[in-house]
């Protein structure tokens, strides 16, 4: 029996299934907006269909759950503002089907435990809140008012706050966001991971050192306006469609775009726009002028290489340079003796290919660099970053139109939810400034990030666990490991629209909270409430659903935080003045607050009030002033890393697929990339294939080793031959979380480095099964001075 996901037999599809087609050229067209609307109707019906997508991404309507990807001025939108994975979000979460008591009743936890991530996300949305007793079988639906006095209870029954921990995902709003940390604060602890943990946190220490301040520099405007733009590491195409009507716009105004990335994926060569008769008509346009197939993990090599040859030729903006950086001396001397051949062997790429790219760079005045999870998931990702930074400080290109650093975000609201506080880290002014508002002093220590908190649920320090969105068990590193773990909360409080692996892997007791979707009418005592998220270029806006809601038992994510926290707190911490029942039907209280508190939100309310809302300021970009120490921005030196496999190894990056959000399986196609009908699949490059002697069509079990000889495991897997860079392989995450270890970590960020995992192939069958028994494969916070040769060897 082939099995799809931690062992679990799945009727619904076997897996490994894939059929391979032939890669498509272009993204979207007619396919595209063919498949967002089968999809959407599927689930919704057609009424539901038409009047749900009508309103997606409008002024007056709710913003896209999908991706972080801004909208463009309100009297610039067009009737329909979204694209095929909008469309698939919004479908997803506004589906008719229940996951209701019933279901649960019918269903143990055992059995679910079973099923694959598309089953359970297939079974709809919950409609009441749910709790799994201690010693149960089933979940059983409780009343909001017991839920969320077993909350409190256990809360109050803790040692020590900082027993508590509470996981955001990016989805949340920022009323949500901002209520959930001043509750965790108000309780006592910085405990605050969030999906961002795993996501861009490389990028957010990496700016921060360098320009002073963590986000991106650019607007929408800046992407149609650059000579240059640069993408790397990004799949766009699959993960941010709508960014190709902005690099079409690029293009179409003379614009050059470079890819770089391992993979030639389908959306950056081509794009047939569905808003055109050209684009509907499979008449595209071309975007990538150049294409650099890089090895993973090369893009330090490649910006440091791209930064010595501006120096070397003279195209640097010494104006610039002068003015507004420091450290350009020694950065100059770094690159003087710069070694050719790491360079070539980190990135697999020819020098003249560099070069050409570099006279792109020289002769371009106005360049734009995009990047996401292929450079922020790597051990040198923060390193990485701050060399592509050095690159845009070189010639200047930021604060000026046309130009700048564009980390392109991933959750709708990830961006927002740092911006509202959610941060183990808390920066000293906001701290001060929730001290001023509330009345309270916030602890101050730092609290655990995703990766910490995997560690102390490991060494039994975590009992209870609240998750605000998302789905902490399937998305963090080292499935194994993690899952095992998390058996050992008292209570783990899970805020969620649909069943997901989270709910399955309860400790003793285990509560769903079932909330309401952004597409969803949130009325409340006070009238009809509208949230307030925040885009990957910094603009914040309001957004209202007007959809029945799924059951007459879900509640807003800013009523259901702020009635928990009224319930354990009452008029705690002494002194404090913090009206949570106010704020629990008054979201206004909070942006009210939220005005008070978070920097660069003054007159909150009426600001997100105006059409299409405000642009938060940001310093580098505004005004070219740069908040770091040396109030200049940094020009940092960074040795090389040539990140290399051992013989008979391959390094393996986990990506997305065109069919999912995340860890939200939307079924088991990756159209652009021509594989269908399944999931576990590795792509290899074919001579990869030949030397390792790896069969098509034969299954393997794919194994990762880790510096204490311990080994993980993912079964059954085909290996498909695709155009990747040598060396190099890559399969989809979820699934593949299992292989990486939990100490594989970027240095400075501890961003799981879930896009260099060291792996060989086994055949099928030869690798024994974890036994969730016999205890973790890691030990938590293991001294890895003693390397081996199962991580990704760093030559400098
Ligand atoms: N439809 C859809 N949209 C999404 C998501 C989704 O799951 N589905 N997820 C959202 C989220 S949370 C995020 S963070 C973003 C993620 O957006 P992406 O970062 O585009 O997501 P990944 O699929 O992880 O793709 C990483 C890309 O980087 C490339 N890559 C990998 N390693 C390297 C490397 O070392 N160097 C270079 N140059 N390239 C590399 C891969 O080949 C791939 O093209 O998308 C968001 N949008
Ligand atoms: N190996 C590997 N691991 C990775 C990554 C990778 O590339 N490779 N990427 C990382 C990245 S970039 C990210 S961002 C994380 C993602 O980590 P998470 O944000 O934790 O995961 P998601 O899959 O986005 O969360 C989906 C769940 O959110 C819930 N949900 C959906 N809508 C709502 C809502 O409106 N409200 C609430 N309360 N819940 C809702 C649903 O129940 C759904 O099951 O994963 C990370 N993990
Ligand atoms: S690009 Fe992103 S935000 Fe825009 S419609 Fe598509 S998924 Fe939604
Ligand atoms: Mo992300």
């Known amino acids: 029996m082939l099995e799809p996901w931690r062992g679990a037999p799945d009727d619904d599809v076997v897996a490994t ?14 396919e595209a907006v063919a498949v967002s609307v089968n999809r959407a109707a599927g689930q919704m019906g057609p009424a539901r269909t038409l009047n749900t997508l009508r309103r997606l991404n409008q002024a007056d309507g709710f913003d896209c759950m999908g991706c972080a990807w801004p909208d463009p ?28 008591p019933a279901f649960f009743a019918e269903h143990s936890v055992a059995e679910l435990a079973t099923w694959s991530d598309f089953r359970l996300g297939q079974q709809g949305r919950i409609t009441e809140p749910m709790l799994l007793r201690e010693g149960g079988t089933h979940y059983e639906p409780v009343t909001w008012e017991e839920a969320v006095r077993l909350v409190a209870d256990t809360l109050n029954g803790l040692d020590s706050p900082d027993e508590a921990v509470f996981y955001t995902s990016g989805r949340a709003s920022n009323e949500a966001a901002f209520t959930f940390q001043l509750f965790a604060r108000a309780f006592g602890t910085n405990n605050l991971p969030d999906c961002s943990n795993m996501c861009h946190e490389s990028t957010s220490v990496a700016l921060a050192e360098s320009i002073g301040i963590g986000k991106g520099s650019v607007s929408l405007q800046d992407i149609h306006d650059a000579e240059l733009v640069i993408i790397a590491g990004q799949n766009p195409g699959t993960n941010h469609p709508r960014m190709l009507s902005a690099l079409e716009k690029c293009v179409q105004g003379g614009g050059r775009i470079v ?15 569905p808003q055109t008769v050209k684009g509907l008509t499979g008449v595209g346009t071309d975007l990538a002028s150049e294409f650099l197939p890089i090895r993973l993990g090369g893009d330090l090599a490649l910006f440091q290489a791209l930064g010595a040859l501006l120096v070397e030729n003279g195209a640097v903006d010494t104006d610039f340079v002068d003015r507004h950086t420091t450290g350009f001396e020694s950065y100059k001397e770094h690159v003087k003796d710069l070694d050719w051949d790491d360079v070539l062997r980190a990135t697999g790429l020819e020098r003249a290919q560099i070069e050409r790219v570099a006279d792109l760079l020289a002769a371009s005045s106005r360049t734009v660099f995009c990047w996401a999870m292929g450079v922020t998931q790597h051990r040198h990702a923060v390193a990485t970053i701050k060399e592509i930074t050095n690159v845009a400080l070189l010639q200047g290109n930021i604060g000026k139109p046309g130009a700048g650093l564009c980390p392109v975000r991933g959750h709708s609201n ?69 899952h095992e773990a998390m058996r050992s909360v008292d209570l783990g409080i899970q805020v969620s629209t649909k069943p997901n692996r989270t709910h399955m892997l309860p400790g003793r ?77 008054d979201y206004t209280r909070i942006r009210h607050h939220i005005g008070n508190v978070v920097p660069g939100c003054d007159a909150y309310q009426d600001k997100v009030m105006r059409p299409g809302g405000f642009t938060l300021p940001h310093p580098p970009r505004d005004t070219r002033t740069f908040e770091t120490p040396s109030g200049k921005a940094q020009i940092a030196v960074n040795p090389i890393a040539v990140l290399t496999a051992p013989e008979g190894h391959l390094l393996l990056q986990t990506l997305r697929s065109h069919d999912q959000f995340n860890t939200t399986i939307y079924g088991h196609d990756d159209r652009y990339r021509g594989l269908a009908g399944g999931r576990q699949v590795v792509m ?35 290996v498909v031959p695709y155009p990747t860079a040598r060396g190099c392989a890559a399969a989809y995450y979820p699934e593949c979380n299992v292989l990486v270890p939990l100490d594989h970590v970027a240095e400075g960020s501890n961003c799981p480095a879930s896009k260099s995992v060291v792996v060989r192939f086994a055949p099928h069958g030869s690798c024994e099964r974890h036994d969730a028994e016999a205890g973790s494969r890691v030990k938590a916070g293991e001294d890895q001075g003693n390397r081996s040769d199962v991580e990704p060897v760093h030559l400098s």
């Open 73 to 100: 001025d309100p009297e610039h939108r067009s009737f329909a503002e979204f694209c095929e994975n909008g469309a698939k979000a919004v479908a997803e979460e506004a589906t008719k089907r229940k996951a209701d």
């Open 509 to 585: 007791q285990m509560l769903i909270l079932p909330c309401l979707g952004r597409t969803e009418k949130d009325l409340t005592t006070a009238g009809w409430q509208g949230v307030t998220v925040e885009d990957s270029m910094s603009e914040v806006h309001l957004s209202v659903g007007r959809n029945e809601p799924a059951s007459a038992h879900l509640h807003g994510e800013p009523w259901i935080v702020c009635r928990i926290a009224e319930a354990t707190l009452g008029d705690r911490p002494s002194g404090s003045r913090i009206d949570w029942a106010a704020m629990a039907e």
């Open 17 to 30: 299934d894939v059929d391979v087609h032939r890669r498509r050229h272009a993204a979207a067209g007619v």
């Open 684 to 718: 290899v490059h074919p001579e990869d294939m030949s030397a390792l002697g790896l069969q098509e069509g034969e299954l393997y079990d794919v194994v990762s080793g880790w510096t204490d000889g311990s080994e993980r495991v993912a079964h059954g897997y085909k």
């Open 414 to 482: 990830v961006q927002g939810d740092r911006t509202m506080g959610v941060w183990e880290k808390l920066p000293a002014h906001f701290g001060d400034r929730i001290r001023a508002e509330f009345g309270f002093e916030p602890p101050r220590e730092r609290g655990h990030d995703v990766v910490n908190t995997v560690r102390a649920l490991v060494e039994g320090k975590v009992k209870v666990l609240m998750g605000l969105g998302g789905n902490f068990a399937a998305a963090t590193p080292d499935s194994d490991v993690t």
């Open 259 to 273: 890819a770089v990335n391992p993979l030639p994926e389908t959306g950056l060569m081509k794009f047939d726009n």
